[in-house]
Each structure stands twice: as C-alpha cells, then as structure tokens.
C-alpha cells in the first residue's frame, strides 16, 4: 500500500520520537562518547544510536526508499542522482549543544523528491515539541499533546526591529555584517540551526542567516517547515538551495526568511560562499 505524505509524516513524526527518546537518555545521564570527524567537527554515541534508530525504522516503513544520513558514508552522485525519492536525515542536529550540555538540540528527518524537500520533521529531545510539514499541508507544531498550525511573520517594513535568530555563542558580528547598517536589530537566541529555522516557521523570527560549513541534511527538514509556513529558504545570492545535484552535499551559505514575497536584497548584502 502506498503512504500518502500525511501518512508518511505521522510515521516519521513516530520515529524522530523514538531516536530522541534515545538521545535524551544519554544526554541525561552524561554517559556518551564523543569523536572527532575528518572536518573535526564533533559527532558522538548519541548521534550514532539516533542514526541506527532512524535508519533501522524508516527502512522498514519504506524499504523501496533510500536514505542519506550525516552519520553514513557520502553516497556518490552516480548511485543517487537515479534517486526519485530519497530520505534525508540528521540524527543530531546541534551536536555542539548536547555535547556543551545545552537543551537546544534536534532529530531531522526529510523527504527528498526530485530535488526539492516535500515533507520534514524536526523534533527536540528535550521539550518534545515537535515540527513537522508536508507540501501542501502546512506546517504543524506538536506540543503538550496539542496540534497547531503555525505560520511565519510576513515582512512589514513599519516594525522596529528585524528579529534575528542567532547562536547563544556567536559573535553577533559574524550576522550582523550581512544586515544593512540602516535596519534596526533584536536578537533570539536559539542553539541548533533547524531549531533556528522553526523559530522563523513560527512567527518568532524574522531571519536566520548561516554563515559556515553545513550539509543538505542541515536544511532539508527546515526548508518544508519554513516554506509550509509562508517563508523560505535562500542562498547566498538570494537563489534557491539544490538537493542531490552534485558530488558535494555541502551547502553554501544560506538565509531562512520569514516572508518569500520580500525581496530580501533591499535590507541584506550577499554573503557569497561556493559549493563544488
């Protein structure tokens, strides 16, 4: 039988459920490993057993489906450029905050079809509040055992202040540089990027730019919550962001916005960055 895509997120929304449960209980006892990755970014117990959790489950659900995950080796463009459809997973997303013993850390799980994210899950361990959205659908915030549909904040120029979401340890010079001096700021603080992202998807934010090293695994959840929600998510050059067209599946860097009719070249500069 096949799944409809609301059908497919009700699974999905089970399974990032059950890979967080996992991380909470190494993230509450304190008892995990932690490794280094070739780029020397961290990854950990934690990350991996969410992996096989998730990997384990959906490949179960859906057989015929394949998956990319952060934690598995890089698939090569030849294998997967026939890929359809493809699962698209970060098991930890915001490793750094577990490891630092902050709460702001998430499950991603996306599904890829023909190059564009149709539905996404982002799921935090901690809270158990969970985002989820399917094209078409909306994006939905479940919380308390409670469903809501939200939405992101259309831009509206008379506000005092651009609402950024930013790192708890970033330098706000690091952002604020790609803002025009002219637009007058307010900061939300947040640790994991896709938790970064449902702050925009949820009218709490109005942008969140990304400057640095990340993988399609990092956006492809957000970017169906976000674009669900009325916003979406750009390049560096204010171009849509790619999925399974090229060797690499790095990104360059990119901005989550909150409304897709603005034109976000009016109050942001360009912050070029190359993706081979």
């Known amino acids: 039988m096949t799944l ?3 059908q497919l997120a009700a699974h999905a929304v089970e399974i990032a459920n059950s890979a967080g449960a996992a991380i909470l209980e190494f993230f509450e006892d304190g008892d995990f490993e932690q490794f280094s990755k070739l780029d020397e970014s961290p990854v950990t117990s934690a990350d991996y057993a969410s992996n096989g959790i ?3 489950q959906l490949t179960k659900l859906t057989p015929d489906i394949p998956i990319m995950s952060e934690e598995i080796e890089n698939i090569p463009l030849a294998e997967r450029k026939i890929w359809s459809r493809y699962w698209l997973i970060d098991p930890l997303d915001g490793t750094q905050e577990f490891v630092a013993g902050r709460s702001d850390f998430a499950v991603n799980i996306a599904l890829v079809e023909n190059g564009k994210p149709i539905l996404g899950i982002i799921h935090a361990p901690v809270t158990k509040v969970t985002f989820w959205a ?6 939905h915030k479940i919380c308390g055992g409670k469903t809501t549909q939200v939405t992101a904040s259309p831009v509206d120029l008379a506000n005092p202040y651009l609402r950024v979401a930013i790192s708890r340890v970033q330098k706000l010079e690091t952002i604020t540089k790609f ?3 002219d637009v007058a700021l307010e900061f939300v603080s947040m640790g994991s990027a896709a938790l970064k992202s449902c702050l925009v998807a949820e009218g709490n934010a109005d942008i969140y730019i990304r400057v640095g090293i990340t993988g399609e695994w990092d956006t492809g959840a957000p970017q169906i919550i976000v674009e669900e929600a009325g916003g979406c998510i750009l390049d560096s050059e204010y171009g849509e962001l790619t999925y399974n067209q090229r060797e690499s599946v790095l990104n360059p860097n990119f901005m989550v916005v909150s409304d897709k009719s603005f034109d976000w070249s009016t109050i942001t500069i360009p912050h070029t960055s190359r993706r081979d």
């Open 4 to 6: 409809s895509l609301e």
């Open 179 to 181: 803002i025009k001096p």
């Open 54 to 56: 998730i990997m384990e």
């Open 134 to 139: 399917a094209l078409g659908l909306g994006t």
